[in-house]
């Protein structure tokens, strides 16, 4: 009877421990009535054009989800929250990164599409744990020299940008499974791209001047002919 009553204790902490983990809070003001509980907050279509100071107390925040508000930046005190694993902004008016966003190490999934992005800070390349990069409909020109540093990278969208070309260092994503490239301003490819073997979708339309080689054309034939069969 001990025994059987110590599991059900011990299954109704799990449970609670879970419901909290797994609530969704709407409200920064609810959230920060008890801060150290709060794991998932949802402030899209909230009409903010400054991110208040008052989310760096929610410590153990794990996803923080931002859409389709007027933010033009992003506060350096976002990196104090560390135990983010996935951010939300698209839809915003971001013209740049925090320089220091290298600090998030167990961000999974950043997605930044439809905001006014030109560059990205190098301390991305510090994200190793990053599977998503979205930063479709941006202003983007080029990519980190080092991009491939982030070998974790399952999915990356970087479509509707103004990129002219992609860094040699590409070839170490291994791991992409998704790479959307869509109306650009590309004209070649590094010859390497070709060791992107995961890739179940490579989407180079829109880039009117770009010529692919021999090999490259194989190699995207390849990859829409086992993405058909899937």
């Known amino acids: 009877m001990k025994n059987t009553f110590l599991s059900l204790s011990i299954l ?14 709407y409200s920064l003001d609810d959230a ?19 991110l208040p100071e008052s989310i760096s107390k929610l410590t153990n925040l794990t996803t923080l989800s931002l859409s389709n508000n007027e933010l033009k930046t992003l506060p350096d005190f976002i990196v104090q ?9 698209d839809h915003n008016k971001l013209t740049a990164l925090p320089d220091n966003i290298g600090k998030l190490v167990n ?3 950043l997605s930044l599409g439809f ?31 080092n991009i491939g540093k982030l070998k974790a990278l399952t999915t990356l969208d970087l479509s509707n940008n103004q990129l002219a070309g992609l860094p040699d ?13 869509h109306h650009n ?5 590094p010859k390497n791209i070709i060791r992107l073997r995961n890739l179940v979708t490579f ?23 086992n993405s058909s069969s899937k």
Do not use: C, M, W
């Not at 920060?32 to 400054?50: A, M, Q, R, T």
């Not at 301390?123 to 990519?143: A, R």
């Not at 301003?185 to 490819?189: D, R």
């Open 12 to 25: 109704l902490i799990g449970l609670t421990s879970y419901g909290q983990k797994s609530k969704t809070y």
């Open 81 to 89: 929250l560390t135990e983010l694993t996935r951010i939300e902004l």
């Open 169 to 181: 260092n590409i070839a170490p994503l291994v791991n992409l499974t998704v790479l959307n490239l």
């Open 203 to 225: 989407d180079l339309e829109e880039n009117t001047g770009l010529v692919l080689t021999a090999e490259q054309e194989k190699f995207k034939k390849k990859v829409a002919t």
């Open 32 to 50: 920060l009535k008890n801060p150290g509980k709060v794991y998932i907050l949802n402030l899209n279509h909230s009409e903010l054009s400054v």
């Open 115 to 145: 905001n006014k992005l030109k560059a990205l800070p190098e301390s991305i390349l510090k994200l190793n744990q990053l599977q998503t990069l979205s930063l479709g409909n941006n202003q983007l020109t080029k990519l980190p020299d």
């Open 107 to 109: 961000l999974e999934y």
């Open 185 to 189: 301003k590309l004209t070649a490819l």
